[in-house]
């Protein structure tokens, strides 16, 4: 299992794909881990290096003290890839990576050449939500929110006909850290971007879900129409769209990230 002692915590990545191509690294979201990132991970790598890597407080990777800021979440990213000697990096992050992308952008762009925000937004409101949230997986462990966050994930006609995803994606879900997933709550609570995302300025794509009840279309479309010169995609999926959609999310992203 490789892993890096970056940010006074172990972070566990893995790098698939040719060493010397271009390298896109994916953000999970909260409540999963690089897993789900399966199926870009084979398709891309053909492309690019891709690295993918379990955020703080999420799979293998370390769950240090929170409450977690998405500034720390962002200086991960950039820790990882001078513990790899990567110098720039194409990035894509769904929901809470989505955010830790805008945070990227703004505070490290020379690091950053292309820039994918899925599923995500500039504020994921209201605060009490994030705060009740952690409080209640913290009392009650995880398995206390499994099928409610789990059922806003797919579309419920997807759900049912993939029954073993569903599975899957709650097992990923209840095997998260409490205290890991509250810290992140609390990361994702505490960031409004509204404002600071007119001042992205790498090239951006915006990726939405037409069915998204966590961050909806009208989200997406607010930072597609405020960064600069940002494009818009949107595909017909829940809030994981990368799952739903997996053919036409790696086609946006290849039209996107090779053009």
Known sequence: MPVAEIGGTQIHYRLDGEQGRPVLVLSNSL????????????ALSEHFQVLRYDTRGHGESGVPPGPYTMSRLAADVIDLMDHLGIARAHFCGLSM????????????????DRLV????AAFIGPPQNWTARAEKVRAEGMEAIGD???A???????????PELVTEMRRMLVATD???????????????LREE??????????IAGSGDIPTPSSDAAYLAGTIPGARYVELEAAHISNLQQPARFNEALLSFLKS
């Open 31 to 42: 409540g999963t881990n690089l897993e789900m990132w399966a199926p870009q991970a084979g």
């Open 97 to 112: 990576g989505g955010i830790a992308g805008m945070r990227l952008a703004l505070d490290y762009p020379v690091r950053i």
């Open 117 to 120: 925000l899925s599923n995500t």
């Open 148 to 150: 409610a966050v789990v």
């Open 152 to 162: 806003r994930w797919l579309t419920p006609d997807f759900a049912q006909a993939n």
């Open 178 to 192: 409490a205290e890991g997933y509250a810290a992140n709550c609390c990361a994702v609570r505490d960031a409004d």
């Open 197 to 206: 995302v007119r001042n992205i300025a790498v090239p951006t794509l915006v």
